[in-house]
């Protein structure tokens, strides 16, 4: 992240020569671990959506910086490979024009360090644009996302994986989809979660 030579040689560092994080970088990333719902689907967020993480995955989404792909998750691999043993990724995905823009899909990069089978099996449709529609019928089909294959999920643990959870509408949408494919459970994992809309109101109206 800050392009300095390791040189704080961490216990962690000494044990994980492969590591990519420096201590300096790794401790300005202040992992959470947030617990909460959508639905009845137990959500774990890794990170706030802070200014730090903010900055992170811009560099990495809308920079292509590619090699950051291993930071997000690297100091908590072990943990996150035990509490999803067994699952299967399905990453909520973005469009292919801009996955082909970028060279890569940023979500899927992120989560294949976890090493856990990966099924792609959601879609996101091609955003159509057409001066004729309204905004809000717009709107709709930039977010169309579809299912295929959903067989292969049947009976399956599935964890569905996302970078930014912010309203929760994709990550619902996605969710209801490989519930309709007949998995045994379905957990979903999120790198950063914005702060709650309603406390932040909350906290507008105070000041
Ligand atoms: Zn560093």
Do not use: W
């Not at 950051?68 to 990724?89: D, H, Q, S």
């Not at 294949?112 to 099924?119: A, C, I």
């Not at 490989?178 to 979903?188: G, I, Y």
């Amino acid at each position: 992240m800050c392009f300095e030579e390791i040189e704080d040689i961490s216990m962690y560092n000494f044990i994980h020569t492969e590591s990519e994080l420096c201590e300096k970088c790794f401790q300005s990333l202040r992992a959470r671990f947030i617990n909460f719902y959508v639905g009845d689907v137990k959500v774990l967020a890794v990170y706030n959506y802070d200014d730090t993480i903010k900055n992170l995955i811009y560099k990495f989404k809308g920079c292509y910086d590619y090699e950051l792909k291993n930071v997000f998750l690297e100091r908590y691999l072990l943990y996150l490979r035990i509490i999803y043993a067994g699952y299967v990724i399905v990453p909520v995905p973005s469009s292919k024009v801009d996955d082909e823009k970028r060279g890569f899909n940023h979500v899927e990069e992120i989560f294949k360090t976890l090493k856990l089978p990966m099924l792609c099996v959601l879609k996101k449709e091609v955003k159509e644009k057409q001066s004729s529609k309204s905004q809000k019928s717009r709107t709709k089909i930039d977010k169309q996302i579809i299912i295929e294959n959903k067989e292969k999920l049947n009976g399956k643990k599935v964890l569905v994986v996302d970078d930014v959870y912010t309203t929760g509408a994709t990550l619902y949408k996605a969710i209801s989809l490989v519930k309709s494919a007949s998995p045994k459970k379905v957990h979903a994992l999120v790198i950063a979660k914005t702060i709650d809309l309603d406390k932040r109101n909350k906290k507008n109206n105070i000041s």
